[in-house]
């Protein structure tokens, strides 16, 4: 029988930690949280590698490496509330949902939504699930203290940023074709200031591409 509890060790000794990832609530949440328990049942073995878990559809778990990078980069911390664009299965949103005060998880299929239901209700009682299309967000609950897209983007809607508060932070993965970096944002006085912070790739996700110039 695997030994997912090793597995988990493993997986933050050897990727997250050597990267430079050492706040204790992101650590602790990394080792309590069952990463195979959020993904699809044919994934399950390879739950810990280093490489993006595919859920279909152009959608994955990001690796733990960049996942836990952009959380440390992101600094959330117990009293923010965090949107948590493209939840897939639930991973993200179960991990942030052990530092963060409440986080709101975006799922635009309605399917994996579902599955993910129970499993965020088993592993934490602190995030609202909801359906919808990823690019307008979740206006409703916001505005957010924090936003987390767990996936690529090649441009930032103005729906989300205009879900984010005044001295808000969001932590994204710029597409550039086969090339991606992750960029973290300040919103001040309305306005977001991006800066780099390591390079790491990922599909881009709906409602986040840009928009195709045709020229005659």
Not at 12 to 28: A, G, L, N, Y
Not at 40 to 64: H, K, Q, S, T
Not at 195 to 204: D, E, G, I, L, Y
Request: with cysteine.
């Amino acid at each position: 029988m695997t030994n997912f509890v090793t597995l988990r060790r493993m997986m933050v000794d050897t990727q997250v930690r050597p990267s430079d990832v050492t706040k204790f609530p992101i650590i602790d949440a990394m080792l309590r949280v069952p990463r195979e328990a959020f993904v699809p049942d044919e994934a399950v073995d390879a739950a810990y590698a280093g490489r993006n878990i595919d859920l279909g559809d152009g959608r994955v778990v990001l690796d733990p490496r960049t996942f836990s990078k952009m959380l440390d980069a992101l600094n959330v911390d117990g009293d923010d509330l965090v949107l948590d664009i493209g939840s897939g299965l639930g991973y993200s949103a179960a991990v942030i949902a052990r530092i963060a005060e409440a986080v709101v998880a975006v799922e635009d299929d309605a399917d994996r939504a579902d599955e993910a239901q129970p499993l965020l209700m088993e592993h934490a009682d602190n995030v609202i699930q909801h359906t919808g299309p990823l690019a307008e967000g979740a206006p409703q609950h916001g505005p957010y203290d924090a936003i987390f897209i767990e996936g690529g983007i090649e441009v930032l809607p103005e729906t989300i940023a205009g879900q984010l508060k005044d001295g808000g932070r969001i932590a994204c993965i710029f597409m550039d074709g086969a090339l991606g970096t992750v960029k973290v944002g300040w919103k001040i006085d309305g306005t977001i200031t991006w800066r780099f912070s390591f390079n790491a790739t990922a599909p881009v996700l709906a409602g986040f591409h840009k928009e195709v110039a045709f020229a005659l």
